[in-house]
């Protein structure tokens, strides 16, 4: 019974120490609140200088995203990220052969030193003298990349190129009344900043 009533307390004295947690999950961050309509909020601009498409179920691709211009290069694809079916790495060592055979000895690694995200980056030019990034990736694990086999293909200087035009376009179609609500918008807020 000594023993019961230890634990009691003991547990008691523990659990009153211990940091009390609000009610509830947060649900807002930077006044965005989970679940409400994105149409609630002002001052949203809706377009980027890329558009995206997705392609799924696509001749050995399990999916990709096509990106596209919409300023500078409207309707011209400028960016493609394939992710491969099989995100065995055998096949990725196949692929890399394959590259090799095709496009030379890679310029770049890009990978980690711990044998998890495998990047190849090789730096081309098209016939029209255009650079063209090529990057062959395989991950393991890491949660921020997609897992498997995945193979990249940009024009670099045509989606450096498209931002600027997107940026432009947008500085000069904003009015004064616009530019100084965002003035006021980029004051630091702690309403804002912490999620509650």
Sequence with gaps: MKFLCLFVFIAGVLLAASPVRPAGAPTEIGGFKLGAFITDYEGIEYSNY????????WHGFRKGIISYGTCAYPGQIIKMRMKYEDSSREFYQTLLEKFKTNYGKPDEWKGDSFGVLYVWKWRLYDDNNRRVNLILQHNLMNENENVGNMVKLSYPE????ERFCFIKFCEESKTDEEKERIKQRMAPDWDYMLPR
């Design 50 to 57: 890329l558009k995206e498409v997705v392609v799924n179920d």
């Design 158 to 161: 045509m989606e450096e190129e």
